[in-house]
């Protein structure tokens, strides 16, 4: 039998080479953004207008040689535009806001920092995956943390309490009357305190399994106001207690347990027996090609790097990934006993879904 050798078409190579590079230097900004972030590069490009290395340099107390490497790289990438006529770099207004203004929900900084942190911790998640045993999330880095709060929380304060609750039948009324709520998965409490705020009538109990994003909930919600009517607990989502509640929320987090049907069961154990619980996972299809876009391949990015090992390190490993789409999240509350399921919103990042009892 004669081997068949596919011939190799010099065009499409140096295509795919060319592509490589891009992707290099695309992979390389996500460090570039964080540093632009920490060092005021793009605060001091957005307050004082067009600059030279010199004078970025002089207004963020940095060094030129820097600044100036980095202003390149920023103008090569199109995050700053450059005038050969005066030697300055200028951030545009439209990526002022993506970069800068953190209660917009275009703001993409906190993506970067996420980002940053997954590829940090990336050397274990290569060694893990010659095993099959995972990474927990306590055990990634501040930026992982930081910067997942950072990227969500803008699109949570611009939909959870204006279009994805009321997108929800009758909860508005139960927590504008007062209702008791549990928010399982809840890392820093941005998402508790948040509807505890605008719900002051109502009771919330946020849990994370992560002892450290606890008791950072629970500093924020002293700050913000200490009468607030949100208490915190250190507890995975199958060990949840109280109830019964009238609404528990799972922001983004679903996919990441070990045992999301265990987390589910126990969901319906707590309920009320007219009770909702809503699940914000990322936006996904029920087949992979359908997610075979630039929103599906960051997501699938941090499913492999993230999400996944987080699963895995947790008993039972189902490891759902982050682009388990709506049919899976169904068998997951259905095998849980639940009989009411529906995707209530859907985002370009989000998929909303109501389940009931």
């Given at each position: 039998m004669t081997d068949t050798i596919t011939p190799v078409d010099p065009e499409k190579l140096m295509g795919f080479v060319f592509r490589a590079v891009e992707e290099t230097g695309a992979a390389l900004n996500a460090a570039l953004v964080v540093m632009g972030d920490r060092l005021g590069y793009y605060r001091c490009l957005a307050d004082r207008g067009p600059s030279t290395p010199a004078e970025l340099a002089e207004h963020t107390a940095t060094d030129e040689h820097y600044a100036r490497e980095w202003l390149n790289a920023q103008a090569a990438g199109s995050f700053v535009t450059y005038d050969n006529s005066t030697g300055r770099y200028h951030l545009p207004p439209e990526q002022a806001i993506a970069l800068l203004d953190e209660t917009s929900p275009a703001f993409v900084g906190g993506l970067f920092q996420l980002a940053y942190g997954t590829l940090c911790d990336a050397g274990t998640i290569v060694e893990v995956a010659r095993t099959g045993d995972g990474m927990g999330w306590g055990e990634h880095n501040s930026d992982v943390h930081d910067g997942c709060e950072?990227?969500?929380?803008?699109?949570?304060?611009?939909?959870?309490?204006?279009?994805?609750?009321?997108?929800l039948d009758g909860v508005v009324d139960k927590l504008s009357a007062g209702a008791r709520v549990a928010d399982v998965g809840c890392g820093h409490g941005a998402s508790t305190i948040m509807m505890a705020t605008a719900f002051p009538a109502s009771t919330f109990h946020g849990t994370d399994a992560h002892a450290a994003s606890v008791q950072t909930a629970r500093d924020r919600a002293n700050a913000a106001a200490p009468d607030l009517p949100v208490t915190f607990d250190v507890t995975g989502a199958d060990g949840m207690r109280g109830g019964p509640y009238d609404l528990i929320t799972m922001f983004d987090c679903l996919h990441d347990m070990g045992d999301p049907i265990g987390a589910a069961r126990r969901v319906r154990e707590v309920i009320a027996d007219d009770?909702?619980?809503?699940?914000?996972?990322?936006?996904a299809g029920d087949h992979v090609e359908?997610?075979?876009?630039?929103?599906?391949?960051?997501?699938?990015?941090?499913s492999t790097l993230l999400c996944t090992p987080s699963s895995l390190a947790q008993p039972v490993g189902l490891a759902l990934g982050t682009q388990a789409g709506p049919a899976r999240i169904r068998d997951v509350v259905t095998a849980a006993g639940f009989t009411r399921f529906r995707l209530a919103v859907q985002t370009p990042f989000n998929n909303v879904f109501e389940v009931r009892p």
């Amino acid at each position: 039998m004669t081997d068949t050798i596919t011939p190799v078409d010099p065009e499409k190579l140096m295509g795919f080479v060319f592509r490589a590079v891009e992707e290099t230097g695309a992979a390389l900004n996500a460090a570039l953004v964080v540093m632009g972030d920490r060092l005021g590069y793009y605060r001091c490009l957005a307050d004082r207008g067009p600059s030279t290395p010199a004078e970025l340099a002089e207004h963020t107390a940095t060094d030129e040689h820097y600044a100036r490497e980095w202003l390149n790289a920023q103008a090569a990438g199109s995050f700053v535009t450059y005038d050969n006529s005066t030697g300055r770099y200028h951030l545009p207004p439209e990526q002022a806001i993506a970069l800068l203004d953190e209660t917009s929900p275009a703001f993409v900084g906190g993506l970067f920092q996420l980002a940053y942190g997954t590829l940090c911790d990336a050397g274990t998640i290569v060694e893990v995956a010659r095993t099959g045993d995972g990474m927990g999330w306590g055990e990634h880095n501040s930026d992982v943390h930081d910067g997942c709060e950072r990227f969500f929380f803008p699109t949570y304060a611009a939909n959870v309490v204006d279009s994805w609750i009321p997108a929800l039948d009758g909860v508005v009324d139960k927590l504008s009357a007062g209702a008791r709520v549990a928010d399982v998965g809840c890392g820093h409490g941005a998402s508790t305190i948040m509807m505890a705020t605008a719900f002051p009538a109502s009771t919330f109990h946020g849990t994370d399994a992560h002892a450290a994003s606890v008791q950072t909930a629970r500093d924020r919600a002293n700050a913000a106001a200490p009468d607030l009517p949100v208490t915190f607990d250190v507890t995975g989502a199958d060990g949840m207690r109280g109830g019964p509640y009238d609404l528990i929320t799972m922001f983004d987090c679903l996919h990441d347990m070990g045992d999301p049907i265990g987390a589910a069961r126990r969901v319906r154990e707590v309920i009320a027996d007219d009770g909702t619980w809503m699940i914000v996972e990322p936006a996904a299809g029920d087949h992979v090609e359908d997610n075979f876009n630039p929103i599906g391949r960051a997501y699938y990015g941090f499913s492999t790097l993230l999400c996944t090992p987080s699963s895995l390190a947790q008993p039972v490993g189902l490891a759902l990934g982050t682009q388990a789409g709506p049919a899976r999240i169904r068998d997951v509350v259905t095998a849980a006993g639940f009989t009411r399921f529906r995707l209530a919103v859907q985002t370009p990042f989000n998929n909303v879904f109501e389940v009931r009892p």
